[in-house]
């Protein structure tokens, strides 16, 4: 029996569900106090005797009705389900929510240090190139694919979890200043309005960290792959190209400093990013404006 194995999947699951719970009970707190659901102690959870009464009552139904296990069992999958739902929900509309982070692709930081490198070697093979070399460099590049493959699944686990916390804690932003300024100006909020702006801190705080976050384990991530990407490159270009070459190719392989591990962008739903909708609207309008200028009769309309 794999008893790590058992133990990380009992972390996930764990994890899961606590991340699940905590979001569904700040929502709940905060909407419980916009509803009258009998006396609260300090406005934070209802009254003990409120609960009994609550689970009394439902024992109650459920002896009458006679209830099975299984219902039971039923009625319990369906909450959590509901639990599950509202995480769903905070976590998409939160991928939404500006700014959003966009991790820098793999491939794209192993081609800013070989592909000027792999014309180097190109070049130093000259007329000799043959169809087997070829082959050769291609088989060498889908070993740098697996390599970087290997490197996004060991840091997925890390940016998804603290990726996912930075969406929902945007969300809860939105929520708690809408919820605090309906509260101020309905004037109907049963709670405390100092655990409201608590909340409201500890997801600014939240939305600071899992950003911060994922902006190291990026670049950890992206530098771990240069590292390994660069040091199998200058071992195989020692073997594939003459020694004059080598130095040449160890430049080449400089990383650039114009490719950040991760930058803030603008989500646009089913288009993409906001820089590439206005990039695509400027290419565009300025299609419409040579197509116009090409046209005699239309010269003078398109000044």
């Keep these: 029996m794999d008893v790590e194995g058992l133990l990380q999947s009992v972390i996930r699951l764990s994890n899961f569900m606590t991340s699940r719970l905590v979001v569904s009970g700040l929502v709940f707190y905060i909407?419980?106090?916009?509803?009258?659901?009998?006396?609260?102690?300090?406005?934070?959870?209802?009254?003990?005797?409120?609960?009994?009464?609550?689970?009394?009552?439902?024992?109650?139904?459920?002896?009458v009705l006679g209830v099975s296990d299984f219902a039971l069992l039923l009625i319990f999958f369906l909450f959590l389900t509901t639990i599950h739902l509202l995480y769903v929900a905070f976590y998409r509309v939160g991928l939404y929510l500006p700014p959003d982070i966009?991790?820098?692709?793999?491939?794209d930081a192993i081609d800013d240090v070989t592909l000027s490198a792999f014309d180097i070697l190109r070049e130093a093979r000259g007329e000799e190139h043959t169809d087997e070399e070829n082959q050769r460099l291609y088989e060498f590049k889908k070993k740098l694919r697996e390599i970087e493959k290997t490197n996004e699944a060991e840091y997925r686990d890390e940016i998804e979890g603290v990726s996912n916390a930075y969406s929902i804690s945007k969300t809860f932003i939105l929520f708690t200043v809408?919820?605090?300024?309906?509260?101020?100006?309905?004037?109907?909020?049963?709670?405390?309005?100092?655990?409201?702006?608590?909340?409201?801190?500890?997801?600014?705080?939240?939305?600071?960290?899992t950003a911060f976050s994922i902006f190291r384990a990026n670049y950890e991530r992206i530098g771990t792959l240069r590292q390994e990407v660069i040091g199998q490159f200058l071992e195989f270009s020692r073997i594939w190209a003459p020694s004059e070459y080598?130095?040449?190719?160890?430049?080449?392989?400089?990383?650039?400093?114009?490719?950040?591990?991760?930058?803030?962008?603008?989500?646009v739903p089913v288009y993409g990013t906001l820089d590439a909708l206005l990039a695509d609207f400027r290419r565009m309008r300025e299609a419409d404006r040579e197509r116009l200028a090409a046209l005699p009769g239309k010269r003078d309309s398109a000044r």
């Design 31 to 63: 909407l419980s106090g916009f509803t009258d659901i009998g006396s609260r102690t300090e406005g934070f959870l209802p009254d003990a005797d409120l609960l009994n009464e609550v689970v009394q009552n439902y024992q109650t139904i459920f002896d």
């Design 102 to 107: 966009v991790p820098l692709s793999g491939w």
């Design 178 to 209: 809408l919820a605090g300024l309906y509260a101020l100006i309905s004037g109907t909020y049963t709670n405390d309005l100092t655990i409201l702006a608590l909340i409201l801190l500890l997801s600014v705080l939240t939305a600071v960290y």
């Design 246 to 267: 080598h130095e040449r190719v160890e430049t080449a392989c400089t990383p650039s400093r114009d490719l950040r591990p991760a930058h803030f962008v603008v989500i």
